[in-house]
C-alpha cells in the first residue's frame, strides 16, 4: 500500500493569490497524478506529475495555471495559480505503484480549497 | 478515447435490500475497471477492479462487479444493504494498470434505515 500525506488539508484564499499543495508518500511510487473535484462532481485528471522532467498536462488544463513539480519519487507538489472563485475544489493526489502483484491507485485525502 | 458513464446520479435503498450501481464504459483498448468508493470529507477507496482475469470481481465490505464485455458494462453490486454503505460510488477505466483514471460521474448511494 500507499499513505499519501497532502497538505494542506484546506484552506480559504484570497481571489488573484496562489497556493502550493504538497503530496508526500511514504514509498518510492511509479506513478503520481493530480485530481480535481469541483463541487458536487467527479474527478478530473489535470495532469500527470513526471519525476525529473515536465508534467502532462490534460486537456483543458495549462502549466501556468496549475505548475505541477515531482523533484524525486515520493514528492509533489501543485500549485494554482491566480486563482478565482471558480478554483475552489478538492484536490487530490494519487500514486500508483507497479509490484509483483496488480498496481493500485492510492489517493491521498485531499486539499478543500475555497476562492473567495 | 476511453469513458465511463454511471447511470443515476442518486440511488436510495433500504437497509437488507439489494444496491445495484450501474456503470457503462467506452475503451478502443481492452480496459481496466475499478470500483472507488468516498465517504464524507474523505479520500477515494478502492472497493474493487478488473484487470482482465475473472469477469466476475469480488472486492471489500462484500461488493462485487461483474465485467460483461458484450455490453460494456461494469456494475457493482451488494446482496444486503448496510447504513454504512451510504456514500458516492465512483467507477473508473484506465487504458493499463497504473495509469491514469476516467471517472464516471459518481452515484451518491443512501441507504433508510
Given amino acids: 500500500s500507499a499513505v499519501i500525506s497532502q497538505k494542506p488539508s484546506r484552506d480559504i484564499c484570497q481571489r488573484g493569490t496562489s497556493l502550493t499543495i504538497q503530496c508526500q508518500v511514504d514509498s518510492q511510487v511509479t506513478m503520481m497524478f493530480w485530481y480535481r473535484q469541483q463541487p458536487g462532481q467527479s474527478l478530473t485528471l489535470i495532469a500527470t506529475a513526471n519525476q525529473g522532467s515536465e508534467a502532462t498536462y490534460e486537456s483543458g488544463f495549462v502549466i501556468d495555471k496549475f505548475p505541477i513539480s515531482r523533484p524525486n519519487l515520493t514528492f509533489s507538489t501543485l500549485t494554482v495559480s491566480n486563482m478565482s472563485p471558480e478554483d475552489s475544489s478538492i484536490y487530490l493526489c494519487s500514486v500508483t505503484k507497479s509490484g509483483r502483484m496488480n498496481t493500485e491507485a492510492f489517493f491521498g485525502q485531499g486539499t478543500r480549497l475555497t476562492v473567495v | ?113
Fill in chain 2, 1 to 113: 478515447a476511453q469513458s465511463v458513464t454511471q447511470l443515476g446520479s442518486h440511488v436510495s435503498v433500504s437497509e437488507g435490500a439489494l444496491v445495484l450501481l450501474r456503470c457503462n464504459y467506452s475503451s478502443s483498448v481492452p480496459p481496466y475497471l475499478f470500483w472507488y468508493v468516498q465517504y464524507p470529507n474523505q479520500g477515494l477507496q478502492l472497493l474493487l477492479k478488473y484487470t482482465s482475469a475473472a469477469t466476475l470481481v469480488k472486492g471489500i465490505n462484500g461488493f462485487e462487479a461483474e465485467f460483461k464485455k458484450s455490453e460494456t458494462s461494469f456494475h457493482l453490486t451488494k446482496p444486503s444493504a448496510h447504513m454504512s454503505d451510504a456514500a458516492e460510488y465512483f467507477c473508473a477505466v484506465s487504458d493499463y494498470q497504473g495509469g491514469k483514471l476516467i471517472f464516471g460521474q459518481g452515484t451518491e448511494l443512501s441507504v433508510k434505515p
